[in-house]
């Protein structure tokens, strides 16, 4: 092993960034985070199937077309409104998996558990991944169960990963966006970010916020039946929220996105806690929602759809996409004044007054 | 959303623009003290739809970019110690000091906390008496009250584990500094409204007649900032000087008496430096003598802490409204929010970092 090329040691034109250690920002779906994907991961891993940079691979065997992905979750609390680590641990790989179009059907599960935490609490998790998977109909057919010491590891950890089979001949994918295409979300953006943030930091409001944990792969097969190639990309506003994707769509397909402020729907209550802890909801997470980018002639009825769906109630057309900006997401804001949507360094930070 | 909704209205806006456009006759430079209006200017545009007459500079107003290095490292100091919990609102995590931040101490093992209010932390100190507790005690006169309850609360409960890194600034001396610079431009102030509603207005109505310039007492929403404009452009084109209200939904002339109260059985006014600007006398407020053992300046033995700013950086020179962020060599290229080379860039309030999140393409304006 005298080739083996060391990080520490490459002359790569751009350092891999200014920071020796690992920060909390590095896995914030931000900036900071995008930077060490692509400087360290895409770097040593480099293959077109990884640098195409979906939420998934899409793989061929013997002329099926399959999508492979995985995600980890280390959510706190493991139990809030809304949901639980297990029910996001199996929503959100079927859902990373469904966002290329295809058909999830199996998953695995790896648990890393810390010494000492609560089999009674283990098993409601089991459970509600059990119900989640059996919902969203995959199979968990893998797994893997790790131990570690006390105070080595936070309760629980749970990774993911899943397989779904292609079934069209489409190519939806964040590179894919084109002009005259136009954005659709399924609802409601920030509720998952808050119901977290509200638990964590023992916010009470008037009515309390619920995460939106949904697995989209029914609403996904009714948007592919609906749009057929008119879909043109498709991406779950996870960490970073809205505003993560709608950057990575308009940097991977060197487009323009327009919003209009006041489009993307918002639940009163998660508007006023993002209010008062000074946080943009553009930014905050979600664990059911996604937006669709469809050229326009097939627009109308893919919303159609989307709203007759019931994780889709309260779906909305949130901008359009144009060419002038390659990679800038833009806003007309309320007043009609423009402005930039960035994507962030790191997490939002509360702010101090 | 009620008590929102309304202030964001993009009709009465409107209206309020086309007044602005039709009164307005001369050149005038307006400052709006407060980072959080540049930054609801910036996010709203406002700034874009003004007449091309009308100049708005950006204030001082931001606590994150005038707390001095110093200050942030003396922080960092702090933090880095083994028997100390280090406290603060989160938008101080990232400011850089002379060589780290404090979300880099805290991934090096310091135990470093974001809270939501200053009590929060000293819960933190009743629940572990066998740590220090520190909190960053960052801000204008807006969160004074907070950081002063708290360390009346830890002094009445015995709590001597609790103490506060005290970086206070006051608005009204740093106004004055302006304007009695030579350089000064302003010609008009929006008075930062958060600061009002616990200090009131009176203590604006000597600077507005001495120096001659109209302020207004302006809020956050763009109906607030739209009307503040408003409300400073009618004085000025008619030559008047007064101190007017246009946050009175919170705003009182006496400001929040009990608040005011708490603030000087706690803190005394003194000297503070700015950073990016110098030392303006009488500018801060830093302890009462009788509450020392809950001062971090002194709790700690922290010896001599003098920094020097990148040379690079013009942040006192844009706190001052001399230039604005896209007009320094620096803004965007060598110095972005990723990689900020002054606290500008950092807060999401600082002047620099509105420009670069907002508008760095300056026109960002698509083909309708």
């Given at each position: 092993m005298t080739n083996v090329i060391k990080p520490e040691n490459m002359s790569c034109p751009?350092?891999?960034?200014?920071?020796?250690t690992v920060q909390l920002s590095h896995g914030s779906g931000g900036k900071m985070m995008n930077d060490l994907i692509s400087k360290l991961f895409l770097w040593a891993f480099d293959n077109p199937l990884l640098n195409k940079k979906d939420d998934q691979a899409i793989i061929e065997m013997n002329g099926q077309k399959m999508a492979f992905s995985t995600d980890s979750f280390v959510v706190d609390?493991?139990?809030f409104p809304g949901g639980d680590i297990g029910e996001l641990a199996v929503n959100g790989t079927v859902n990373d998996v469904s966002m290329s179009g295809a058909r999830p059907l199996f998953l695995s599960a790896g648990f890393i558990i810390e010494e000492g935490f609560s089999m009674k609490e283990l098993q409601r998790v089991v459970e509600s991944m059990r119900d989640a998977a059996r919902q969203a109909g995959v199979m968990i057919v893998t797994g893997d169960t790790k131990v570690v010491n006390k105070?080595?590891?936070?309760?629980l950890f749970i990774n993911t990963a899943g397989i779904g089979i292609i079934e069209h001949d489409f190519s939806i994918g964040s590179s894919n966006l084109q002009a005259d295409d136009v954005l659709i979300i399924n609802g409601t953006i920030a509720d998952h970010g808050m119901a977290i943030m509200s638990q964590r930091e023992g916010l009470a409001f008037e009515a309390p916020i619920k995460s939106?944990?949904?697995?989209l792969n029914g609403l996904i097969e009714k948007i592919i039946k609906s749009g057929g190639q008119d879909v043109h990309a498709m991406r779950d506003a996870?960490?970073?929220?809205v505003a993560a994707i709608l950057n990575e769509f308009a940097e991977d397909s060197a487009i323009t996105i327009r919003l209009k402020e006041g489009l993307i729907p918002i639940n009163d209550p998660v508007k006023g806690a993002c209010e008062i802890m000074g946080?943009?909801?553009?930014?905050v997470a979600n664990e059911g929602k996604m937006v669709v980018s469809v050229a326009r002639k097939s627009a109308e009825k893919v919303f159609e759809v989307m709203k007759a769906d019931p994780l889709g109630k309260?779906?909305?057309?949130?901008g359009d996409v144009v060419l002038d900006k390659p990679g800038m997401v833009t806003m007309q804001t309320r007043i009609g004044a423009w402005r930039i949507v960035d994507m962030l360094v790191g997490e939002q930070l509360p702010r101090i007054c | 959303m009620k008590y929102l909704d309304e202030y964001r209205n993009p009709d009465i806006v409107k209206k309020m623009f086309e007044e602005i456009h039709a009164i307005t006759t001369k050149p005038w430079v307006i400052m709006e003290i407060c980072g959080g209006q540049t930054h609801s200017i910036m996010k709203n545009g406002i700034d874009q739809l003004l007449p091309d007459k009308i100049e708005l500079v950006h204030g001082p107003g931001c606590p994150v970019c005038v707390t001095p290095l110093e200050q942030i490292d003396k922080a960092l100091d702090i933090a880095s110690r083994p028997d100390v919990i280090f406290t603060s609102f989160?938008?101080?995590?990232?400011v850089p000091g002379s060589s780290k931040d404090l979300f880099m101490v805290k991934s090096e093992g310091a135990d470093v906390r974001i809270v939501y209010s200053t009590l929060d932390a000293v819960k933190i100190a009743r629940e572990n008496p066998d740590k220090k507790v520190v909190f960053?005690?960052?801000?204008?006169?807006?969160t004074a009250p907070n950081n002063a309850m708290a360390v009346w609360q830890a002094h009445r409960e015995g709590l001597t584990n609790f103490s506060i890194l005290v970086s206070h600034v006051l608005v009204p001396p740093a106004m004055e500094a302006l304007l009695s610079s030579p350089q000064n431009r302003v010609q008009g102030y929006l008075a930062a409204g958060h600061v009002c509603t616990i200090?009131?207005?009176?203590?604006?109505i000597p600077i507005a007649a001495k120096y001659k310039v109209p302020i207004t007492v302006t809020g956050f929403e763009p109906m607030d900032i739209v009307e503040g404009i408003l409300l400073t452009v009618h004085q000025l084109e008619k030559g008047t000087h007064k101190v007017e209200n246009q946050y009175a939904r919170l705003v009182k002339?006496?400001?929040n008496l009990p608040a005011r109260d708490l603030i000087n059985k706690i803190f005394q006014v003194s000297d503070r430096k700015w950073r990016g600007i110098g030392e303006i006398p009488l500018s801060g407020f830093s302890l009462r003598p009788e509450f020392e053992n809950h001062d971090a300046d002194k709790v700690f033995d922290l010896g001599e802490i003098k920094v020097d700013e990148p040379?690079?950086?013009i942040s006192g020179i844009i706190l001052q409204g001399l230039?604005?962020?896209?007009?320094?060599?620096?803004?965007?290229?060598?110095?972005?929010?990723?990689?900020?080379?002054?606290?500008t860039m950092v807060s999401s309030e600082g002047a620099c970092a509105a420009y670069y999140a907002y508008?760095?393409?300056e026109k960002t304006k698509s083909e309708e």
């Open positions: 751009l350092p891999i960034s200014n920071y020796d609390p493991l139990f105070g080595k590891g936070d309760k939106d944990t949904a697995a996870t960490r970073g929220g946080l943009d909801p553009l930014y309260e779906s909305a057309i949130i | 989160g938008d101080m995590l990232r960053f005690a960052v801000g204008f006169e807006t200090m009131g207005w009176e203590e604006y002339k006496e400001g040379p690079e950086c230039k604005k962020p896209h007009e320094c060599p620096a803004f965007g290229k060598k110095c972005t929010p990723q990689n900020p080379l002054g606290a508008h760095r393409f």
